[in-house]
């Protein structure tokens, strides 16, 4: 047994610390002494080098080793031919013993993934002969070309992998995201399901992901609730999150939220999905929960993009839009993929009027997630924002035809339509048939309130708010039925409606300032005393916001750090 057998002895057990101080030793004796060493064993000693420099995640160091191997490997493949000619048994052996050449390839190219180098990652797995590619080769190349818009060979390969493994569940969720059909994937797992015992259920779990990937949000729910009905997978974790994603998806918070506490009570360090969940949170206007959720899972790994968008969340509903970009900034970073980052970056650069850059965002959550509205949503607004009706009007229309007629897509189009005089009465019709398909959707609600308000239409529009609050209570719905019923004089059930919102979310500052209005005009005696505490109030939120402005640019200097764009 040689030094080297003892290097890659230690390697093997996971010693890496050890590996990287002695393997460098060694590579400059072999450098001061070219004979001290084989070819073979100078091969081995750089990879063992460059495996340990990898683990101590100095990734542009380790590719930098890894490389050097290879140069080293084609010397060895020179002399190894010259010996195989001669006879060499011995050096057949050796050769099969040394490590992969292929899996150097891989380590090169896992190392340019993390360093986001993504073109030379392809350059590296590119450079490996299809037939000697491993499936962990070929997935990896199959989500490289799909992030590259390379959408056909992403699909080949992905293909490939279920090939070799037709139980690749997330090779399968790859080919549907890239509109393959669910009937020509589950053709590629028929065997494998027939052949094995229990896995009846895997046909319906392709059909449920298909229709989550062509945008059938109902059709989804119904075949989830259908699989997770099913005793052997009852209280699954991963379906839960994925019916609480559609229902999200779907403009249903109530039951999204109630899916994501229980996926979250079964398992506790559960960080998938959450990023949704601190949104829908936050926006429901739960602010402390939010900040106990994003701590927990900050507890839990700060390396992923989930408690930092959930953070971003907090601080963008908390007005602190500053702060909001640079944790989306920070979520980015570690996941370039995270939707729910990218939708909070750009909602908080449209806050902060910088509608060009937030447009730039919410297109690339677009390209990501084509099947979710609110990445449409967030657009729309911005083009609204910059008084690009037209442009706003043909992304509602291109929405409406590619996913069809349902509540949501009625309510993105009328809400365009609803800012172009002309097409007001347009408006209505889409609103009044989001309505006749979901008499329970909050935006569609909100959306035909706000015209029958603009039309003076008061009992209507209590009419409308109060058969919408009779299966639910949301803060906005009880704010805007406080409004109408202040238009008709019943200031005091308004009251009611105010206070309602206000604890459905304390921080509705439109429920406080109504509340304040009618208690000013209730005593009109006391009004000028609560002006007067007004003025004095109003200092201290001059003082508040040159805070704010402080920490603007206290959070400007990381913002450029973390190059934001």
């Known amino acids: 047994m040689n030094v080297v057998d003892h290097v890659r002895d230690m390697a093997a057990a996971g010693l890496y610390s050890n590996v990287r101080i002695l393997s460098s030793l060694l590579l400059t004796m072999s450098n001061n002494n070219p004979e001290l060493f084989s070819p073979a064993q100078k091969y081995q000693l750089l990879v063992y080098h460059a495996d340990a420099i990898f683990h101590d995640k100095e ?18 493949n020179k002399t190894s031919k010259v010996r195989t000619s001669t006879g060499g048994a011995a050096a057949n052996i050796q050769a099969q013993s040394l490590p ?43 989500n490289l070309y799909r992030k590259a818009g390379q959408e056909r060979s992403a699909v080949t390969s992905y293909k490939e992998v279920l090939r070799q493994c037709p139980l690749a569940l997330d090779a399968i969720i790859g080919l549907l995201s890239l509109s393959v059909k669910g009937a020509e994937v589950a053709s590629m797992t028929m065997d494998v399901i027939q052949s094995l015992p229990n896995l009846d259920w895997l046909s319906v779990w392709i059909k449920a992901y298909a229709f989550i990937h062509a945008g059938d949000n109902q059709r989804a729910i119904n075949t989830i609730c259908s699989l997770e009905k099913k005793s052997l997978l009852r209280d699954n974790v991963d379906l839960l999150v994925s019916l609480a994603d559609v229902y999200f998806r779907a403009g249903d918070t109530k039951n999204a939220i109630l899916k994501f506490e229980q996926a979250q009570m079964l398992d506790p360090y559960l960080i998938k999905g959450m990023d949704v969940y601190g949104y829908l949170m936050a926006r429901e206007g739960h602010l402390e929960d939010v900040e106990v959720l994003g701590g927990r899972l900050f507890n839990i790994s700060d390396q992923h993009a989930e408690p930092w968008v959930i953070s971003g969340c907090h601080s963008f509903y908390s007005k602190r839009y500053s702060r909001a ?11 370039s993929n995270s939707v729910q980052a990218l939708l909070l970056k750009g909602a908080a650069l449209r806050n902060m009027n910088r ?4 447009i730039i965002h919410f297109r690339e959550a677009m390209r990501l997630a084509p099947c979710r509205l609110d990445c449409y949503e967030g657009l729309i607004d911005c083009y609204l924002a910059s008084n ?6 043909g992304m509602a229309n291109n929405i409406y035809k590619t996913l069809g007629a349902n509540a949501q897509t009625l309510t993105i189009l009328a809400t365009v339509c609803l800012e172009d005089p002309v097409t007001q009465e347009k408006a209505k019709a889409l609103l009044d048939k989001a309505l006749a398909q979901r008499p329970d959707y909050t935006k569609a609600v909100v959306k035909k309130a706000e015209l029958l308000n603009r039309e003076q239409k ?48 304390p921080n509705d500052q439109k429920s406080l300032e109504g509340m304040q209005k009618m208690e000013k005009e209730e005593s009109p005696t006391d009004a000028t005393v609560e002006l007067d505490g007004d003025d004095m109030e109003g200092s201290g939120e001059d ?23």
């Open 100 to 142: 992969s050449e292929i899996e150097v390839k891989y380590k090169i190219a896992e190392c340019y993934t993390i360093l986001k180098l993504d073109k030379d990652a392809i350059a590296v797995l590119d450079g490996i002969p299809s037939r000697q590619r491993t499936p962990k080769i070929n997935m990896m190349l199959a």
């Open 388 to 393: 690009g009706i037209r442009e706003a009007m």
């Open 458 to 505: 008061y009992e209507e529009g209590i009419a409308l708010l109060r058969n919408a609050l009779a299966n639910q209570s949301d803060c906005v719905l009880h704010r805007m039925l406080g409004d109408f019923l202040v238009a008709v004089n019943d200031y005091q059930e308004a009251m009611d409606q105010y206070s309602i919102a206000l604890s459905l979310d």
């Open 325 to 335: 970009l640079y944790l989306g900034a920070k979520a980015i970073q570690l996941n």
């Open 355 to 358: 509608v060009q850059e937030a």
């Open 543 to 565: 003082g508040d916001l040159e805070g704010s402005d402080s920490e603007a640019a206290q959070w400007a200097d990381q913002e450029q750090w973390f190059g934001m764009q």
């Open 59 to 76: 990734y542009r160091n380790a590719a930098c080793k890894y490389s050097m191997a290879l140069q080293q490997k084609k010397v060895l």
